[in-house]
């Protein structure tokens, strides 16, 4: 990276770019600031540039140099550039960018998004850039966008943090509990303690010292604070991620992807889901688009799925090899038929439109040819020409490579690019003053592609080469086509991109007769409503009609919808807009409406020329997933831009809907309508046994006036949306599916999940509880926004199901058990207060006090969770500490409301574990205190026998609380008990007394010499575990609940299938298959005879 500073370019690290310094860029090198292009080496004043880094699409995008620049490319220099530059303040929105050039003779020339380069992105296939540096360091929009890691609070980690707050309080309480005893008891005996203690001599008053007691206490039990639970909770979920990522059943061979966790800490707000809103294109469906139907001038032309057609003699023969679609033969007809001109130009013009109006690019391999300049002492720069074929865009060979995967975490996903990378022919053309047909020749060392940025452009510029209209060159200024056979050069006055709030897009282009004409493809609902007025009773108002009801048809099979349109427009009527629209994009305040308004009149006064409908499969198991989520008790959102009756065929196919479903619409033209329209649907509710067989669709512009604070319709339209079975939001705009996402959670209070795999997505992503991006066909701002990333939509199913429901089980588990052992430990201390006149003496070892959570405890919670996960080899047959097998959570789908519904830690449980550990504390201090009363024994051996009590109190409780036992479980219980034995025996066996500390010399040694010792050991364990074992023997027999009565179920009904094969007569070999339709490994067994 070269930087101008002295009048020539020097070499400086991204630290020292400023604002306003002109930078020099060659190929392949990144950006380091936000930088406005002024010059670039291709003569068509383009810059390619990567930004895999800052979005993770792989495909590459244009970059224009400010207009004016261009033509002075070969006289541009650096040294020479006096203009000054204006924008706006820095933000993250990194598509958006406004500002002005402003050149010495008053000149001002705006700035958009095209003319930006962002930093982190990679300059590509071209030699070499320069431009001004506008935004630096932290103002980059790359700087502004990393606001760190993503945190979320799950709502099982926000019961735990009141419970941590409740633990303080019971630790004050005990503390000042302990204070207030110890200025009673020395009130009591304050007088007289000289008679008894005559070698204190320096005693403080009462108050004074019960005050000192108070910190004390707080030292001693500080341990009811459980602050090893959050790092024993990190490391957890950091293992619960693992497990995710490398379930080998929620892996995608087709696209070599993984399910990747981007946010570790919610790994348990998975089984806990009640709302999940899903986007419908590529998420539910495929996102690759197959050219279906289209409808010109009104007639309908169908292209049913199948091999592609015979190549018709009327094509060149490049035609048919790169394309799916079957060329309609009705439809060759009329593109040829001479007896109809006026519908043949209509087919014509509708072909051109498919391959124009767009942003496709034709790309092949691209080798750089670097030719890079500099300036010294004045010199201009010289001019280096961009390695290029016919002007095409080339993608590096390592592009080529990176889309045969879409791993989140190897490699970014693939661009948007025409599925087959086929040697084409190359199309020779003859001069055409010679009047010599067209010729072919193969050429086999080129591989044509295209590349979109929407599969729906790729689809429709496919199905225009598969009638001889073949895209075969794209630049800012020019389009190539090659028109059955012939060269055709389109000059391009100006591109409109597509946008979320026009619904369309549109393409200014200069025909041969000086003419210009505005084609414009979108939304039939923006379209439509733009056209021409019509006579009545004129063919183009017939055709209209007719183009509505296909339309509708076309929605009604499920396919999605476009139309096409043109104007044109004399020159002079189109440089007077075009003079508007330059002001309207001057810098300054109301700029986006001024564009938008002068884009309004642009695309306006239109002729319609035809309609598309282009097919989204469903992808594989979206049904059975969709069921098994309503089966969990979930309540399913689809929220898209689709028509409703595109949308509603979609939710039948999905099972989002079922034939028996009454469907409630919410297409209101007003406020009021749509007030009294939630209001009759309330009132009309029915009995309790028809609420399941409802589901509400609502289309986008309702929407608008329910999503109003000041209608005061939220409340309304969610109580309707309760007792729907499915909701289905149509024409829904980004903002507007993050506005429901956030009244729903809001409202409602419940968790919610939203799942999508574009842009428009994002939002409502990071608006959830919840966000699952799915890496698709429409680059990775979903996956890049999410906490987890998918390949499929089918996952989500394991992925909540099964996965969500173990961690939430399990966490909550551990959580619980760290609060019993901790508090049963500090209620054993403050019991011997009362015996030692609360000086906040301890009958427990110092070692003891430190290693009890450190060392004797810690293992088995982590255990409780995951290292079964880690090494299942070493499992005992059938066993994994988890609440229900995968394949019976998967079987039984409504299973998930256990979790979902929080039963396993509930607003009581913190207060009946206290309850519990106040219970044990008691059993354990009590029984040994009657068992060595009137004895010799001394404090240490008192103590050492509560500790042995306590601790083998809490390791039978977890084997208590375990569901099925590993070898990890056994070595974790017994290797805690022995780790006890050994250090104890250890360190009391060498004497030590230093820093005062008290001689505890073979105190264990001696203890477990005496019987008092093992008979008090067994009591205390049997009495503190009772009403535990109870309580399971009761709630298994009595009311064991549905996920008791499936796995006790499961186990009663599970069998093994035996495949017996060929054998010796000594021997029988068999397989098995257990519960979860795993293949055990074959197993010899001899047979008895």
């Known amino acids: 990276m070269t930087l101008k500073s002295a009048e020539r370019y020097v070499r400086v690290k991204w630290r020292d770019v400023r604002v306003g310094d002109l930078v020099h860029l060659s190929n392949n090198e990144p950006v380091p600031a936000d930088m406005v292009l002024l010059h670039s080496s291709n003569p068509l004043g383009i810059c390619y540039l990567d930004t895999c880094n800052l979005d993770g699409e792989t495909n590459l995008k244009q970059r224009l140099v400010v207009p004016g620049f261009k033509e002075k490319h070969s006289e541009f220099s650096p040294i020479k550039f006096r203009s000054s530059v204006e924008v706006e303040r820095p933000s993250t929105k990194i598509y958006r960018f406004t500002g002005c050039i402003s050149h010495p003779n008053g000149a001002r020339v705006p700035l958009t998004s095209e003319n930006l380069l962002l930093r982190d992105c990679t300059i590509k296939n071209t030699d070499y850039v320069e431009g001004i540096v506008v935004y630096a360091g932290h103002e980059t929009k790359a700087m502004l966008n990393n606001g760190g890691p993503r945190y979320k609070c799950s709502s099982l980690e926000k019961k735990m943090n009141t419970d941590v707050?409740?633990?303080?309080?019971?630790?004050?309480?005990?503390?000042?509990?302990?204070?207030?005893?110890?200025?009673?008891?020395?009130?009591?005996?304050?007088?007289?303690?000289?008679?008894?203690?005559?070698?204190?001599?320096?005693?403080?008053?009462?108050?004074?010292?019960?005050?000192?007691?108070?910190?004390?206490?707080?030292?001693?039990?500080?341990?009811?604070?459980?602050?090893?639970?959050?790092?024993?909770?990190?490391?957890?979920?950091?293992?619960?991620?693992?497990?995710?990522?490398?379930?080998?059943?929620?892996?995608?061979?087709?696209?070599?992807?993984?399910?990747?966790?981007?946010?570790?800490?919610?790994?348990?707000?998975?089984?806990?889901?009640?709302?999940?809103?899903?986007?419908k294109t590529g998420t539910l469906t495929e996102n690759k688009m197959l050219f279906r139907r289209c409808a010109v001038n009104g007639v309908d032309y169908d292209h049913p799925p199948g091999p592609p057609a015979e190549p018709s003699p009327e094509l060149p023969p490049i035609v048919t090899p790169i394309t799916k679609v079957s060329p309609n033969r009705r439809m060759l007809q009329h593109l040829t038929d001479n007896n109809d001109a006026q519908h043949t130009q209509k087919v014509r013009e509708f072909l051109l439109i498919l391959a124009a109006c767009n942003t496709v690019v034709v790309s092949q391999p691209h080798i750089d040819t670097m030719q890079m300049s500099a300036s010294n002492s004045g010199e201009q720069i010289s001019t280096g020409k961009a390695s290029r074929s016919n002007g095409t865009l080339r993608s590096n060979?390592?592009?080529?490579?990176?889309?045969?995967?879409?791993?989140?975490?190897?490699?970014?996903?693939?661009?948007?690019?025409?599925?087959?990378?086929?040697?084409?022919?190359?199309?020779?053309?003859?001069?055409?003053?010679?009047?010599?047909?067209?010729?072919?020749?193969?050429?086999?060392?080129?591989?044509?592609?295209?590349?979109?940025?929407?599969?729906?452009?790729?689809?429709?510029?496919?199905?225009?080469?598969?009638?001889?209209?073949?895209?075969?060159?794209?630049?800012?200024?020019?389009?190539?086509?090659?028109?059955?056979?012939?060269?055709?050069?389109?000059?391009?006055?100006?591109?409109?991109?597509?946008?979320?709030?026009?619904?369309?897009?549109?393409?200014?282009?200069?025909?041969?007769?000086?003419?210009?004409?505005?084609?414009?493809?979108?939304?039939?609902?923006?379209?439509?409503?733009?056209?021409?007025?019509?006579?009545?009773?004129?063919?183009?108002?017939?055709?209209?009609?007719?183009?509505?009801?296909?339309?509708?048809?076309?929605?009604?099979?499920?396919?999605?919808?476009?139309?096409?349109?043109?104007?044109?427009?004399?020159?002079?009527?189109?440089?007077?807009?075009?003079?508007?629209?330059?002001?309207?994009?001057?810098?300054?305040?109301?700029?986006?409406?001024?564009?938008?308004?002068?884009?309004?009149?642009?695309?306006?006064?239109?002729?319609?020329?035809?309609?598309?409908?282009?097919?989204?499969?469903?992808?594989?198991?979206?049904?059975?997933?969709?069921?098994?989520?309503?089966?969990?008790?979930?309540?399913?959102?689809?929220?898209?831009?689709?028509?409703?009756?595109?949308?509603?065929?979609?939710?039948?196919?999905?099972?989002?809907?079922?034939?028996?479903?009454?469907?409630?619409?919410?297409?209101?033209?007003?406020?009021?309508?749509?007030?009294?329209?939630?209001?009759?649907?309330?009132?009309?509710?029915?009995?309790?046994?028809?609420?399941?067989?409802?589901?509400?669709?609502?289309?986008?512009?309702?929407?608008?006036?329910?999503?109003?604070?000041?209608?005061?319709?939220?409340?309304?339209?969610?109580?309707?949306?309760?007792?729907?079975?499915?909701?289905?939001?149509?024409?829904?705009?980004?903002?507007?599916?993050?506005?429901?996402?956030?009244?729903?959670?809001?409202?409602?209070?419940?968790?919610?999940?939203?799942?999508?795999?574009?842009?428009?997505?994002?939002?409502?992503?990071?608006?959830?509880?919840?966000?699952?991006?799915?890496?698709?066909?429409?680059?990775?701002?979903?996956?890049?926004?999410?906490?987890?990333?998918?390949?499929?939509?089918?996952?989500?199913?394991?992925?909540?199901?099964?996965?969500?429901h173990w961690c939430y089980d399990r966490l909550a588990r551990m959580i619980l058990y760290f609060f019993l052992k901790n508090a049963s430990f500090v209620f054993l201390v403050f019991w011997f207060q009362l015996y030692c006149g609360f000086s906040s003496m301890v009958m427990i070892d110092q070692v003891h006090l430190m290693t009890y959570n450190l060392m004797f405890t810690a293992l088995p919670p982590i255990v409780i969770v995951l290292f079964l996960q880690l090494i299942p080899a070493l499992s005992i047959p059938g066993a994994y500490d988890r609440v229900a097998p995968a394949a019976l959570l998967t079987e039984r789908p409504g299973l998930y409301s256990t979790s979902r519904r929080g039963l396993a830690y509930r607003p009581h449980s913190f207060w009946a574990v206290l309850a519990e550990s106040l219970y044990i504390s008691v059993v354990l201090f009590f029984t040994n205190t009657f068992a060595y009363w009137d004895t010799t024994v001394d404090l240490w051996a008192f103590g050492v026998c509560c500790m042995t009590c306590c601790l083998v109190v809490m390791l039978l409780y977890v084997a208590i609380e375990t569901r099925s036992w590993t070898v990890i479980h056994v070595l974790a219980l017994t290797g805690s008990l022995l780790s006890f034995f050994i250090l104890t025996l250890a360190y009391q066996s060498i004497g030590v007394s230093v820093l005062n500390l008290p001689l505890t010399y073979h105190v264990l040694h001696n203890a477990i010499t005496q019987p008092v010792y093992w008979l008090v050991l067994i009591l205390t364990t049997v009495a503190a575990l009772a009403p535990r074992m109870a309580y399971h023997g009761i709630r298994n027999s009595v009311h064991p609940g549905s996920l008791g009565r499936a796995v006790a179920a499961r186990r009663r009904n599970r069998s093994y299938a035996a495949h017996y094969r060929s054998a010796p007569p000594h021997a029988t070999l068999y397989r098995a298959r257990d519960e979860d339709g795993l293949q055990k490994p074959q197993t010899e067994v001899a047979a008895i005879t």
């Open 165 to 279: 707050i409740w633990c303080v309080l019971v630790l004050l309480f005990l503390c000042c509990a302990g204070a207030v005893g110890c200025k009673m008891w020395l009130d009591q005996y304050y007088v007289n303690m000289y008679k008894y203690t005559p070698f204190i001599t320096n005693v403080n008053k009462p108050a004074f010292e019960g005050l000192l007691i108070f910190w004390t206490y707080i030292i001693t039990m500080q341990v009811m604070i459980p602050v090893s639970l959050y790092v024993t909770i990190e490391m957890t979920k950091l293992l619960q991620v693992y497990h995710i990522h490398n379930d080998i059943q929620m892996y995608d061979p087709e696209t070599n992807t993984r399910t990747e966790c981007r946010a570790l800490n919610i790994t348990e707000e998975l089984g806990q889901v009640a709302y999940l809103f899903s986007d």
């Open 397 to 804: 060979d390592k592009y080529a490579r990176l889309t045969e995967s879409r791993s989140t975490t190897p490699s970014p996903p693939p661009s948007t690019g025409s599925p087959l990378r086929l040697r084409l022919p190359r199309l020779i053309l003859g001069s055409k003053d010679e009047g010599s047909p067209p010729s072919t020749s193969v050429d086999h060392s080129s591989i044509i592609r295209y590349e979109a940025e929407s599969p729906d452009e790729l689809a429709l510029a496919e199905a225009a080469l598969a009638y001889g209209y073949e895209l075969r060159n794209r630049s800012p200024d020019e389009v190539e086509l090659g028109i059955r056979g012939e060269l055709t050069k389109m000059k391009v006055l100006r591109v409109q991109q597509f946008d979320a709030t026009r619904k369309c897009m549109s393409v200014a282009m200069r025909t041969s007769n000086g003419q210009v004409v505005i084609y414009v493809k979108g939304a039939d609902t923006t379209v439509l409503g733009a056209l021409a007025p019509m006579r009545a009773g004129s063919a183009e108002l017939a055709a209209y009609d007719r183009t509505r009801t296909l339309l509708s048809e076309y929605s009604r099979a499920g396919l999605r919808t476009l139309v096409m349109a043109k104007r044109t427009m004399q020159p002079a009527l189109w440089e007077e807009w075009l003079a508007g629209h330059n002001r309207a994009m001057e810098f300054g305040e109301g700029r986006e409406k001024r564009i938008r308004e002068s884009l309004a009149r642009l695309e306006s006064a239109l002729t319609l020329v035809g309609a598309t409908g282009v097919e989204d499969r469903l992808q594989q198991d979206v049904p059975r997933t969709v069921r098994a989520l309503l089966d969990a008790g979930i309540v399913v959102w689809v929220l898209t831009g689709d028509k409703p009756e595109t949308a509603i065929n979609i939710a039948y196919s999905a099972a989002l809907f079922s034939q028996g479903d009454r469907l409630l619409h919410l297409m209101s033209r007003d406020k009021e309508h749509a007030e009294s329209t939630i209001k009759n649907y309330l009132e009309g509710s029915g009995t309790a046994a028809e609420l399941g067989t409802r589901a509400l669709v609502v289309d986008g512009r309702t929407l608008t006036y329910i999503l109003d604070r000041r209608s005061g319709l939220v409340a309304p339209f969610l109580s309707l949306a309760r007792r729907c079975s499915a909701v289905l939001c149509c024409r829904a705009t980004p903002l507007q599916k993050a506005y429901i996402v956030k009244a729903v959670k809001e409202e409602l209070g419940v968790t919610t999940l939203a799942i999508g795999d574009g842009a428009n997505d994002v939002s409502m992503i990071q608006t959830a509880d919840v966000g699952v991006g799915i890496s698709g066909q429409e680059g990775m701002q979903a996956v890049m926004a999410s906490d987890f990333a998918v390949s499929r939509f089918r996952f989500i199913e394991r992925l909540l199901l099964v996965h969500g």
